[in-house]
Every structure is written in C-alpha cells, then in structure tokens.
C-alpha cells in the first residue's frame, strides 16, 4: 500500500508519522511518500519520521520528495494538508478583518474565506493530477476549510472525504470523563465542518444510552472551561457546542480578546521554528511533547481509521467525516456537505440519519452553508462581486458597509495568491 502525504514537511506531520508507526496492523503502509515544496522542511521532517519508523519497527520506507507527480503516482490514498500563502498568510487572516470589528479567524469569517480563496484552486489542480496518475485513489482533505474544500473536490467528480479532528478530540475527552474507552463512544456529532454539535453522547454504538446529560451534570464546568463558554449556557442549550462556536455566540467578546494579544498564528510561527530545530536533532526519534500544543490532537488516529476503512484494511465502520448531505438534512441540498457520522467503507462515506435538529441550529447551518455556496462561487470563477456577495451572507459580518471594507482588505492583503486579482 502506497500513500502520499500533500504538505508532508508541515509540523503536523510526525503526528500522523506517529500514529501510522503505532497502527501499522490497521493500515499496513508499504511506502510512503512525504511531499513538499519546502526542500529545507521536507528534509527535518523526513528525518524524523524515518526515525519514528526505525524506533517502532515499521517496516515501510518513508520518501521525500518536491516532485508532486512523482510523489502521488500510483497512491491509494492521498492525504491533503497544505497551508497556502504559510503561516504569513494565516496571521493577515487573523489579523485584517479585526480592522473592521470582525472576527479575524483562519477557517471562518473573512479570514476563512481569504483562506479558501487561496486553497481551492491549488487543491484542485493537485486533485487533478492524482487523477492522472491514480483515477481510483482516495483523496483524503484536512486543509482548511475543510466543508468548501471537500465541496470543491466532490463536485469535480474526485473520490474524496474530508476530515476533522475536533469530533475525535471530543470522543477522546468524553470517554475520559466517562472511563470508558473511547471506541465505546458514539457521538450524535451535527452540522458543518467547525460548525457542529454534539446533540447526544453514547455508550456502545449509535442505538445506546445517551449520557450525555449525566456529563452536563457531573462534569458541566470542565467541558464548559475547555468550550470558553459559560456553564450556565452550555447548560441551557443541553448540547455541546465545538468551541467554533464561540465565534459566534460570543463574537463581540472575541474580537476584543483577538485585539489585546498575538494572533494564533504568531504563536505558531514561533512554536513551528522550536519544533523544526527539535526536528533536526539525529537523537530524536518520537514525537515531541510540544507538539501537541501545535494542533491536530489525534489527527493521526482519524486518518489511520479513515484511510484504513476507504482501502479496505480495517478500520471502525462508523466514522465522523465531511461528505455529501444527500438528504441527511432535509432543510439543505443534497450536494452540501456536512460533517456528521457516516459509514465509511470501500465505496466512501454514507451519512447516519440525525436526529430532527432544533430552528436553532438548523437556521445557523442554512445560512452557513449559503455562504459556502458563494464562497466555493468565488473560489472557482473569482471577481470582486462575488467575494463581496460572499462576506455579505456570512452571518459574522452581514452589513454592506463591513462587506466592501473586507472585500478590498481581502483582495489587497491576497492578490499574488488570486489569478483573477
């Protein structure tokens, strides 16, 4: 089994090394192809995943390679990961939009919108030129966004399933909580890609008990302190929001908050120059501690289960995935996607049905998934026109006057990523 990995000299990427090395029954990797442009990164990183290997007895070779043709000819799978324009982009994504009194954010808002601009064009042309070499490979995406990004790849006929970490990352908490183990987890997860909820917790399977009351009840403060959202809210709602949500329950909050201290993206900037020179040391051999204060908790563990059940090695049957709604929620077309449970087998991702879902949650996803319509729109076909159309649905900006003021920072601050531009 051969799987190439797009973005492969990210900091990200001994997380997934780590986790193929200690899943190697479920996903019996024979090569593996690490991909990126960055020849300085690609050759850390590399080297310490070959360590990994090494130290856990892995039997597969690892390459590197700058080539992006060579690197996914004949792949069974493709793991997408890339972060176009660097941390250099996130930070203006973080940072601009704050200049408007709007949330500045790298996978929603304008700043997430400036990210898909980016991103969708690069993904796809990469998309096709795995088709050309391996027209039956599985494209597996976690860059960001996720939703538009898998919408993009599934509308051009590619074989594709986006993945998130934020619904493992709740099991593995929850099944903390509870002491149990987290494939004893179900969650009845909801929404769009970072915007979800988890309407029920469950214990054996997607018919067992919901508890999730008992842990509202017996651990309602921790979940809230993690969510940064007050108990008494979480309480009222009597779901757990993900913490993106925060975004837009308590957007005023946050804008305050984002213009008091470093973007997100400084700190990782300063956290990925500390990993790189870790990265470099011949001594090491495992992922390092930092790392997990990086982001993409279990990221590995998902696409390891991911990956296994869409090539037929193993994997859980049920998996929280993004795909096509077909139907799964009534009140969106059938072509959105949605992150929800799903089986995932050989043939891709077949949404669970869901539970009937509350106005409340209901009416924030249709206007979302308005905006990711516009904005895929604008990905696509671009013009200034559409950019603003796009702003103007989002349901964090809304106004004309902060649509246009965002449309021309968007462009100003983007315009050597956007042909159109």
């Known amino acids: 089994m051969k799987l190439a990995v797009v973005g492969g000299g ?40 070959r360590r990994i290997f090494a130290k856990q007895s892995h039997p ?53 919108l400036a990210k898909a601009l980016r991103t969708v064009p690069v993904v796809l042309d990469i998309a096709e030129r795995v088709r050309r070499t391996n027209p039956n490979a599985w ?28 619904a493992i990352g709740f099991q593995r908490k929850f099944a903390r909580l509870l002491d149990v183990t987290p494939g004893e987890v179900h969650l009845d997860h909801v929404g769009l890609n970072h915007l979800t909820w988890e309407l029920g917790v469950r214990l054996g399977g997607p018919d ?19 969510l940064r959202m007050p108990r008494a809210i979480v309480d009222r709602l009597g779901v757990v929001p993900s913490y993106y949500l925060r975004y837009f329950y308590a957007h ?18 300063a956290m ?49 995935v993004n795909t096509y709604n077909r139907g799964t929620l009534p009140f969106l077309p059938d072509d959105a996607v949605i ?21 409340l949650y209901a009416g924030l996803i249709a206007n979302v998934t308005a905006y990711e319509d516009l904005a895929l729109e604008a990905a696509l076909r671009g013009g200034r026109d ?17 649509a246009e003021a965002l449309t021309d920072k968007l462009i100003a601050h983007n315009r050597e990523h956007l042909a159109w531009a």
């Open 10 to 49: 990210s900091t990200y990427t001994p997380e997934l090394i780590d986790g193929f090395a200690r899943l190697r029954d479920t996903l019996p990797i024979e090569e593996l192809v690490l991909v990126d442009p960055a020849a300085d990164r690609l050759e850390l990183v590399g080297g310490l995943a």
């Open 60 to 112: 597969g070779r690892i390459v590197t390679t700058s080539d992006l043709d060579a690197g996914v000819a004949d792949a069974d799978a493709v793991l997408l990961q890339l972060r176009v324009g660097g941390q250099a982009a996130r930070k203006q994504d973080e940072t601009w939009p704050l200049e408007c009194g709007c949330i500045g954010q790298e996978t929603t808002g304008a700043g997430g």
């Open 139 to 166: 494209i597996i995406d976690f860059t960001n966004p996720v939703g538009i990004v898998t919408r993009a790849l599934l509308q051009a006929g590619h074989k594709a399933v986006g993945l998130c970490n934020v």
């Open 208 to 226: 067992g008990e919901n508890v999730l009351p008992k842990l509202l009840a017996e651990h309602g403060d921790a979940i809230a302190g993690d």
């Open 252 to 269: 005023d909050e946050v804008v305050r908050e984002l213009g008091t201290k470093p973007s997100r993206a400084a700190e990782v900037a």
């Open 272 to 320: 990925e120059k500390e990993l790189l020179a870790m990265y470099g040391d011949p001594a090491l051999d495992e992922k390092p501690a930092l790392l997990a204060k990086r982001g993409g908790a279990f990221y590995s563990e998902a696409a390891v289960d991911l990956a296994s059940s869409l090539l037929g090695s193993g994997g859980t049957p049920v998996q929280v």
């Open 339 to 359: 992150e929800v449970q799903a089986r995932v087998d050989g043939t891709g991702a077949t949404p669970l049905a869901v539970p009937e879902l509350d106005p």
């Open 386 to 402: 559409r950019v603003f159309k796009a702003l103007l649905a989002h349901p964090l900006i809304g106004q004309f006057e902060y």
